[in-house]
């Protein structure tokens, strides 16, 4: 069974199916326990989804993704195209490059539509303007530092770094209202709520 991958031409499909669905495989087994195999590498050739979508939803197209599924698919159909079709050499090249191509871009689609539905779930932090929420860490008087409060955006409740105007400190587990909010760096001005 094994010489069927490596003897008559086979190399050249089952190398590139091995490497590709390998990393495939270490992918969905490192996202499923929340880790990351540092091998994201994207090259500079990347595609928007149109202007008509989220805003700032990229994918690449060269993505270390979208390259193990073209060495996937390209390399398992090649192959079987190469044992039980009787269309040789020649043809299975045209085979496997096709069927890559439909793999790398069916993977492109999507990790795009995901990447999309994530982005739509997203929640702007101005939003957080005129909430109310609780000290967590207490926040030092003006100019002195910050704090962080919970605040509860959307229907998740999340923390924020907080500074305030006031000249007392707010201690923990403290009501504030937010009355600012610094997108470029993602800090809350709150006061006391009454």
């Known amino acids: 069974m094994l010489g069927s991958l490596f003897n008559n031409g086979g190399i050249w499909f089952s ?5 590709g669905s390998l990393y495939f495989l270490m992918q969905i087994v490192l996202g499923g326990i929340g880790g990351d195999a540092g091998l994201d590498v994207d090259v500079d050739f990347d595609g928007d989804i149109g202007a008509g979508d989220a805003p700032g939803v990229e994918f690449g197209v060269l993505s270390a993704q979208t390259i193990s599924a073209f060495f996937m698919g390209s390399g398992w159909m090649g192959f079987a195209a190469l044992r039980l079709l009787d269309v040789g050499m020649t043809g299975a090249v045209v085979i496997a490059i096709a069927s890559g191509v439909f793999f ?23 939003d ?16 002195e530092g910050s704090g962080r409060v919970t605040v509860v955006l959307g229907t998740r409740q999340r923390r924020f770094s907080a500074l305030q105007t006031g000249s007392e400190i707010i201690p ?16 809350l001005t709150v006061e006391r709520s009454s």
């Open 15 to 19: 190398i590139p199916a091995i490497i």
């Open 104 to 126: 790398g871009w069916m993977i492109m689609k999507v990790m795009r539509a995901m990447m999309k539905l994530q982005n739509s779930a997203n929640v702007s932090i101005s």
């Open 128 to 143: 957080t303007v005129g909430l109310t929420g609780d000290v967590y860490i207490q926040i030092p008087a003006d100019g």
């Open 172 to 187: 923990s587990h403290t009501s504030i209202v937010v009355t600012e909010a610094n997108t470029s760096t993602n800090t």
